[in-house]
């Protein structure tokens, strides 16, 4: 496997068996390592309460039966905070070593964690994180759907930006087309797979899930514009 570095200029990368592997392999590690430390803040904030929880590999349930509703809400946003702070640390550190080997799995990682902050922020108007704590400040549908809007802008807007990075780590003389797949579909289509098993505890997960996926398809776009640029 080739270590992959932003611009590289060998023929024998052109191929994609040369190139294509690392960031599958590194797509599925930061998507794991976020997922997982994302519920585990649930399950110890809930450890903090004193309040029941069963852990699952990506997902928390945590037994509404305890607890306050000021607890449950506080438990709900610890997870997408701490996995904001992952990504917002994972960017500090991808500005110093952007342009080394350290620096695609560094952009994965702020991907997914600012990501699943947002993609919780959408679900303010719905069911997720975030809508407990909409609803402890009982806070008007008015501001939950515009909360839920701006999650959407703000995801789309972080997915260009990704896009525009990831094309920086495609190697010289590989087209757009093998660009978008080896960087981002086959990346999302084998890592995002074994997160489609769901248990009990993951039914409120399904809508995050499904608008992360909005990532992908406006990554495309942004690599197939820098392409043309």
């Known amino acids: ?52 929880f069963t852990l699952f590999h990506f997902a928390v349930n945590v037994d509404r039966a305890h607890g306050t509703l000021n607890q449950r809400a506080i438990i709900g946003v610890a997870g997408p905070l701490f996995a904001l702070g992952i990504g917002l640390l994972s960017w500090g550190a991808y500005t110093v070593a952007r342009n080394s080997r350290l620096g695609l799995p560094l952009l994965y990682l702020v991907m997914f964690g600012v990501s699943t902050f947002f993609g919780n922020l959408i679900s303010t108007a719905f069911v997720g994180d975030f809508s407990r704590l909409a609803m402890t400040l009982q806070l008007p549908m008015a501001v ?24 920086r780590w495609t190697p010289v003389g590989v087209s757009a087309a093998k660009a978008m797949i080896g960087m981002i579909a086959l990346p999302a289509i084998i890592g995002g797979s074994g997160s489609s098993c769901k248990t009990d505890g993951q039914r409120n997960h399904f809508l995050r899930h499904r608008t992360l996926a909005l990532v992908w398809f406006v990554l495309i776009d942004s690599v197939l514009r820098r392409k043309a640029e």
């Open 1 to 52: 496997m080739t270590d992959l570095k932003p611009g590289s200029n060998t023929c024998n990368l052109t191929k994609w068996k040369a190139w294509g592997l690392r960031p599958i392999v590194l797509f599925v590690a930061a998507y794991t390592m976020v997922g997982v430390l994302h519920e585990l803040t649930h399950a110890l904030v809930a450890y903090a309460f004193r309040i029941p």
């Open 144 to 167: 939950r759907y515009s909360a839920s809007v701006l999650g959407v802008l703000l995801l789309c807007g972080l997915s260009f930006l990704i896009g525009m990075e990831l094309r």
